[in-house]
Nanobody, 115 residues
Framework: QVQLVESGGGLVQAGGSLRLSCAAS????????MGWYRQAPGKQRELVAR???????NYSDSVKGRFTISRDNAKNTVYLQMSSLKPEDTAVYYC?????????WGQGTQVTVSS
């Protein structure tokens, strides 16, 4: 069983920055892809950013140029650096790890951006 533990969420003013962390209970190099998703109240969960085993990254159009996903294999941790935050970035942010036959999710961390 794999555990993903997110941290780093909180309350920040618009224009501010936060860094989210996702610590995995096993070697993250074993996962094909790791990603960050978010879900705002009343909305569907959406992809924010993803990073492959080979460190190829993809971003949603809404965060491109403001967010950066990275990985530290030695620490089994994936990060999401968020800058120039907007109120519409307010959501619960979830970490996801994609293995060959199964996906794993973290419990989520709340990010609230005040205007």
């Amino acid at each position: 069983q794999v555990q993903l533990v997110e941290s780093g969420g909180g309350l920040v003013q618009a224009g501010g920055s936060l860094r989210l962390s996702c610590a995995a209970s096993r070697d993250i190099f074993s996962f094909n892809v790791m990603g960050w998703y978010r879900q705002a109240p009343g909305k569907q969960r959406e992809l924010v950013a993803r990073i492959t085993k080979g460190s190829t990254t993809n971003y949603s159009d809404s965060v491109k140029g403001r967010f950066t996903i990275s990985r530290d294999n030695a620490k089994n941790t994936v990060y999401l650096q968020m800058s120039s935050l907007k109120p519409e970035d307010t959501a619960v942010y979830y970490c996801k790890a994609v293995a060959t036959l199964i996906d794993y999710w973290g419990q989520g961390t709340q990010v609230t951006v005040s205007s």
